[in-house]
């Protein structure tokens, strides 16, 4: 399973970032997916998740209004639409797939079974 984000970068304060996330290797239709943020020095963030067939999503409260997670199941790929970016929004943000079948503890973003390697996102004041 191989979970590729891209789509980070530096950007000023008030701006839009779209990051994506690709998936190979697992059914994607089956997988509910989840974002995550880690800033230096502090601990994992759980920042948003979205349901298998889309209709169910999760935002952090920090990022309700402001990011905006969708997915295309015919291309595998998850998105994060981040507008009115903050500096504190700074960190490394990953994609994880979450594969059970029963349980809806993805919305809490625990039991995530596969983690992508990370984007930077910068948000400079």
């Known amino acids: 399973v191989q979970l590729q984000a891209s789509g980070g970068g530096l950007v000023q304060a008030g701006g839009s970032l779209r990051l994506s996330c690709a998936a190979s290797?697992?059914?994607?239709?089956?997988?509910?997916m989840g974002w995550f943020r880690q800033a230096p020095g502090k601990e994992r963030e759980f920042v948003a998740a979205i349901g298998r067939s889309g209709r169910t999503t999760y935002y952090t409260d920090s990022v309700k209004g402001r990011f905006t997670t969708s997915r295309d199941n015919a291309r595998s790929t998850v998105y994060l639409q981040m507008n009115s970016l903050k500096p504190e929004d700074t960190a490394v943000y990953s994609c994880a797939a979450y594969l059970h079948v029963y349980g809806s503890s993805w919305l809490r973003g625990i039991g995530y079974d596969y983690w992508g390697q990370g984007t930077q996102v910068t948000v400079s004041s």
């Open positions: 290797g697992v059914s994607f239709n089956s997988a509910a």
